[in-house]
C-alpha cells in the first residue's frame, strides 16, 4: 500500500513562502510522476506542478516563476517551494503519485492534503 504523507502547510502573509513536504512509502516513488495539486473552496481540484522520475518538471502557468517542484529519490520525497504567495494561493494542497503501465493505463495515489492559508 502506498501512502503519502504531506507537511508543512500554515497561514503567511502575502508575498512570504512556504515548503510543502510530501514523503511516500511504498516502492513506487522512484518510477513515479509526483505531483502536486489544490483545491481552493468551492472550487474543483487544480494541478500545480509535476515532475517526473527524471526530474522534467512542468508547473501551471500562475504557478511559473514562483513555484519550484523538486525531488529527492533517495529519501522518496517531493518538495514545493512557494514563493511569492498571493491570497488566491489559498487552498488544500494534494501531494499526487502516478504510476504509469504497461498498455496506457495510470493510477494515482493521493496524500491527505495540508492547508495553505495567505492573509492579505
Known amino acids: 500500500q502506498v501512502q503519502l504523507v504531506e507537511s508543512g502547510g500554515g497561514l503567511v502573509q502575502a508575498g512570504g513562502s512556504l515548503r510543502l513536504s510530501c514523503a511516500a512509502s511504498g516502492s513506487i516513488f522512484s518510477r513515479a510522476v509526483m505531483g502536486w495539486y489544490r483545491q481552493a473552496p468551492g472550487k474543483q481540484r487544480e494541478p500545480v506542478a509535476t515532475?517526473?522520475?527524471?526530474?522534467?518538471?512542468n508547473y501551471e502557468d500562475s504557478m511559473k516563476g514562483r513555484f519550484t517542484i523538486s525531488r529527492d529519490n533517495a529519501k522518496n520525497t517531493v518538495y514545493l517551494q512557494m514563493n511569492s504567495l498571493k491570497p488566491e494561493d489559498t487552498a488544500v494542497y494534494y501531494c499526487?503519485?502516478?504510476?504509469?503501465?504497461?498498455?496506457?493505463?495510470?493510477?494515482?495515489?493521493w496524500g491527505q492534503g495540508t492547508q495553505v492559508t495567505v492573509s492579505s
Open positions: 515532475i517526473t522520475s527524471g526530474g522534467s518538471t
Open positions: 499526487n503519485a502516478r504510476i504509469y503501465y504497461s498498455g496506457g493505463f495510470s493510477r494515482d495515489y
